[in-house]
């Protein structure tokens, strides 16, 4: 198709669908503009609406096009900047003009005050953008600017944010998940706390009447799961501990900062485990950048000193750990910007013979991977989400049902050349086939890690003392999994079809999108699911405090540290063999109850004498 055809049929705008009644369905915005690609200029801001002291020369034009974005047809960017979240939609297409190498490039953005969530919910602006962008390219050939322009001069007319429209409409919870307001309260003392709530009360992030909206970065859940499978779990320890977590990938880059929305979200801090914690505890969510590159190097290195003595301009979470999608890799070289280095492979390399799966690395270049029990659960994880959703949903949930006990002559067996594996009974033989025996990839366990000899021999030993009868603790185990997704189909049973149809949808694209986000459960469980395992382990932290200090036994010898047991470390939900997870624990205690801890994980005495 000639470009002069492509550009035959412009898209219509509706205006008053998408962006009639203000309050309610689009976030106002503080700035509208349009940049193009310029071969001798580069990215250019050629038009532009803003309120007074926004500034957007010299930052938009990098925000938010990041490198390696002429490698794809169209992308929707996110990104950070001041008080502000920006979206723009970038449009690459043929062109007759051999001055701008045959190609047209373009995008239209707005900013939205932050005060509306950790995205400023602008991507209900999303689909308009987009609109905007397909509308440009086809009136290229307008020389009018007047003309040409004049639906973005009406949108910033009907969307520009006003005195009567301030924060205080974010307030709300009931819009999405994003804009859930996590506030610290009073707290009692440790001898004064209050348990009126537990660890199940992660549904109450889920308000009844509460949809998932087209565009909604929640939405990539889902996927997020598929495509990190059990690596998902050091990456939500990683943001418990709010680490500096940054992404390394190639354009398109929507995916990636959804990803970082999802990294995000899962990591916040429940309202149900507040009054247990520190006052001194990091902030109650981890920070999303969304895209930065090589222009945000100044701002990420002020980030690593941290906030400075005196300051009270400065915002509460600056220097408290962020999570950030760049496709620049010179930020990957310079490792004293962030603490985990999270590299994701091409898109085409989910359907490759051969699939690569992400790798999470620390700053030394040293690789993390999955804990055995971060497997164990992410099984039971895919099995439990099964339920959840319509029935395309549940096919792609469910293609791990062949997981351990459901599926077993089928299931992915260790090699005989494996000396670990032939030492452990079935129910402990974990492989990645086991894990997610429904890869299309048939990948070995390069995500998780190997078990330890010391966690072979005593697992082996303990199943031949128990005549191969089931363990106790791997019940306990499988019990506490299960509980995590108890109750929360029955939640989610009350989340109403998404408002995608009718006045929402204003054009076949949108119809489409509105459509996929009917069935909104599995997104909303993974959200709920991940809440109630932080609201469980910070309580059960909060539980050992009281009992140590009311028995100086649980307590060092100084009476400030925490002693934790292997059953403690049990309890909590880690790998008691590993050292990372023991590692994760005392920096947990340290962070959110400001005790040390002394892990005894590793630790097996038999007849008091320590085996391992």
Known sequence: MSPAAHRARPPSINLNGVNGNLGQDTPPIAALFLIYFDVKAGYTLSWRRSLPGVQLEGVVEYKSLPSGLHNVKEDLIYFIHDQYAGISAFVNTPADDEGSRNALMLAVGVLVPLSFGRLGRSWRHAQSLKAFAAKLVHQEGIRDPETRLKDLEQYWEANRSRSDHGASAAESPLESPSSLRFKFVPRFGVKGRQRDRTASDGASLLPPGQALTPHHPALSLPDFLDDFGPLIFPLHRAGLLRKRILLVGQAPVQKACDYVYDISIISNIPLSVNDLISPASPPPRLRP???????????????????????????????????????????????????????????????????????IESPRGTEVKATQRDARRYAALRKGLARFGDGESRKSLAS?????????????????????????PREHRYTDGAVDAGDPSGADDARVEPMSWPAVAYT???????????????????????????????????????????????????????????????EMALIAYFHRLTASMLSTVADRVDSADEDEDGTDDDGKGLVLSREDLARLGVDVWSARDRAFVEELVRAYFERTAEVQGERVECCGVRVF
Request: net charge negative.
């Open 289 to 359: 950048l969304f895209t930065v590159g090589a222009n945000d190097i100044p701002m990420l290195e002020e980030e690593a000193k941290g906030p400075r003595p005196g300051d009270e301009d400065v915002d509460d979470e600056t220097g408290q750990g962020w999570v950030a999608f760049t496709t620049d890799g010179i930020l990957a070289i310079k490792e004293s910007l962030y603490d985990v280095l999270v590299t994701i492979p091409p898109a085409h390399a989910r359907d490759a013979a051969e699939r690569a799966w992400p790798k």
């Open 400 to 424: 791990s049902d062949e997981i351990r006990g459901d599926n077993d002559d089928d299931a992915d067996e260790p090699s005989d050349d494996d000396d670990r594996a032939r030492l452990l």
């Open 460 to 522: 082996s030993y303990l199943w031949w003392a128990s005549a191969g009868e089931r363990r106790t603790d791997m019940e306990e185990e499988e019990e506490g999994d299960d509980a995590l997704l108890d109750g929360l189909d029955a939640v989610v049973q009350h989340t109403p079809p998404s408002r995608g149809s009718g006045r929402w949808a204003s054009s076949d694209v949108e119809v489409a999108a509105a459509r996929r986000t009917t069935p909104t459960a599995p």
